[in-house]
């Protein structure tokens, strides 16, 4: 692909420099340079690289302009190296002194992270009290949950997950079930402390992230016993 | 049955709606203005947005009193609707030929499956696959003496518990 772009500049270059009378050695130096494998470029070749690789919309007099300019780079672009080092020396021993003085600083935290952090410590919080499984859509799973109205016992939901909303503490999970015939969704979050128990029974194998198709087959593929 | 038969037809129609319009958006609407509109058709269409039960909707009725379907005239209490757990007016459209009542007669119901979700305070919401209500007196005794499927638990709250008691399941 480079090689089929050189040949090509290399054609342009080459009508180029006839019409505008200009020294051959500017022009045949620049494709040598992007031959080169080398990683990082020369800041004086990395231009004239851009321009061999897009040669088509280039007009001659701005690669003439550019060829200029290159020839110019090279030197700038030396005195510039230069420059970085000397630069790069000062600082450094300007953190030396300034690390010795003050401890290491702690991270900002940022304002868009606070909701974040915020959602994690409350997970967290949720775990220890009782650990969740890693829960994913086609799980068949059994939720014990503890209803404040149903004060009797812990009521039982067993269905098939058709979908997880992930949104930090109030992660929810959608399971569906026919229940005496009739199809029932029931959404629940779970990290919420009303949820006893989170067992996953089976798993069936499903290539989609949301079973909303399960409403319209048949009601056996969302019955389970 | 004619009634989710219709319902899958319908949300077929959307889909193919919504296919159509997302492959050529520009295309067919011309003026960007209309984006808005294509943004509320897509929401719109892609999950069939479940509402209240106003007035003609139609809805099942699962217990023994007679009555097949009825039609919602007034939902009390809700000015968009009656959600679950609420009462309604209905009149009976169809009953079965030796029943406790008789076609167009207005009668109250409660409404124990709703298609729109409901939540719950603790963070969870619970929706059917259907419409159905429990026909009841005035003084919100059900008629029927049975109730088939499944009933959810904010009948308790709302003191309906005689259908609970009725029921096959609560969910």
Redesign the interface.
Known sequence: MAANALSYSLAHISTCSCSKKLSPSIFSSPPLISLTPRRAPLPSSSLDALVVRFPSPLSRRFRHFTASAASDNSVEGEAEVEDAEEESEIPAEGADVVAEEKPPRKPRIKLGDIMGILNKRAIEASEKQRPVPDLRTGDIVEIKLEVPENKRRLSVYKGIIISKQNAGIHTTIRIRRIIAGIGVEIVFPIYSPNIKEIRVVKHRKVRRARLYYLRDKLPRFSTFK | MAACFAS?WS?AVSRSLLGNLSSNNLGSLGKPQDLTSLGYNGLFFQ?QLRTFIQMRTKLKVVDNSGAKWVRCIQALKGRKGARLGDTIIASVQEAQPRGKVKKGEVVYGVVV?AAM?RGRC?????????N?VVLVNKQGEPIGTRV???VP?EL??KKHLKILTLA????
């Open positions: 899958k949300m999950q499956r979700p603790d963070g969870s919401e619970v929706k059917f696959d259907d159905a088939f499927g499944p638990h308790r709250k096959e399941h609560i969910a």
